[in-house]
Each structure stands twice: as C-alpha cells, then as structure tokens.
C-alpha cells in the first residue's frame, strides 16, 4: 500500500531542511511518511551535494540594512541564495541582517574576498610589509611578510573576518557563518556586495 503524502508533510520538510519539494516528497516517500527518517535521507543526500552548492547559480536573495542608532552610520548588504523559499527562510535573513550590523562596525572592510582585492594593491602591501621588516633576518622576513598580509586581509576581507559579535557566533568568521548557512539550507549562500554609508566620510 503506498503512503499518502500531504502538501503539510512536505512543507514541513523543507522548512525543517531547506531542501527541493521534489527532495522533501521522495525522502517523505521512502521513509513512509516518517519525517525523521526523511529528515536523516535528506541530511544523507544533502551531504553529498554540499560540495556541489558553490557552483549553482543565485537567483534569489534579499537585501537587508543596518542603521547605528546616532543615524550617522548605515549598511547595505545583497545575499543571494537559489530559491525563493531559502530567500525566505528567517535564519537567511537574519544572517543579511546580522552580515549588515558587523560592516557597519568595520569601516575598514573593502573587500568581499581576497580574489576582489586588485594586485597592485596586494603589492603594494608586501612592499611596505617588507621594508617594516627589512632590519629582522633574512630567513625570517618572508614569514613575517605573509603574516602581516594575513592580518591585513583580516580587516580588509569580509570573509576573512570574525563576526563582531563573537559571543553570538562563537568567534567564527564571516565565511564560516556562511558555509553553515549554505550547509543548512543546502543552497548555495552567496555575499554579492555591500555599501556602507557613513556621515563625514
């Protein structure tokens, strides 16, 4: 005898998983209309395709803002994912959200990703890092040099960043706030650009 689904079921499987309709019916189909066997096969399929999610194209997202309370300091931010039902998934936008109140708090963030930044000025940093440590050794110099490059990507890279509110995230960066995210939803998670607006800048 063969199980009925209801649309309920399904609906309740896909905000529980943030996977496909099609996904949420079979999973509810071969587990018999046990959502948490469905739940495990879904956990078990999107495993596998987590690799595969960076490569899907975003055509969905939001935007969210972030105005400072003085009225002086105020974000934008553009997060894309690939459907419209992750687009409006609560802890997707809560992570726009929470993406547009730490840029506000780092004014020295220009950069999405290290691959944004242009050579020139990748090598216009390594210049400067390597006269600041000309008077060290040698042998020590190129280490120094990639350790203030890293340190430097840490405030001009978003991804690169810890979030603000460390407490809240457990001191993880912004990139693997949004790998979880893009684990989660199984979709793949995408910053496509931010504006920050401050008065007297």
Not at 43 to 57: D, P, Q, S
Not at 86 to 91: G, I, M
Not at 129 to 139: H, R, S
Request: proline fraction near 2%; include cysteine; glycine fraction near 8%.
């Amino acid at each position: 005898m063969s199980t009925t689904i209801s649309a309920a079921d399904v609906k309740a499987l896909r905000e529980k998983t943030g996977a496909g309709m099609m996904d949420c019916k079979n999973a509810l189909v071969e587990s018999e209309g046990d959502i948490d066997k469905a739940t495990e096969l879904l956990r078990v399929k999107m495993g596998n395709k987590l690799g595969k999610l960076a490569g899907r194209e975003t055509s969905e997202g939001t935007i969210q803002s972030y105005v400072h309370a003085t009225g002086k300091v105020g974000v934008l931010v553009q997060v894309e994912c690939n459907t419209d039902f992750v687009a409006k998934n609560d802890d997707f936008i809560e992570f726009a959200k929470d993406l547009a109140l730490h840029i506000a708090a780092s004014p020295q963030t220009l950069y999405i990703n290290e691959d944004e930044i242009p050579q020139a000025d990748k090598d216009r940093e390594v210049r400067v890092f390597e006269e600041l440590a000309a008077d060290k050794p040698e042998n020590v110099r190129p280490r120094i040099v990639e350790g203030q490059l890293k340190k430097w990507y840490g405030e001009v890279v978003l991804l690169a960043q810890e979030h603000v509110n460390g407490d809240k995230h457990d001191g993880k960066t912004i990139e693997q706030l949004r790998g979880d995210l893009s684990a989660k939803t199984g979709e793949n998670v995408v910053i496509k650009r931010f504006v920050r607006f401050a008065v007297g800048e």
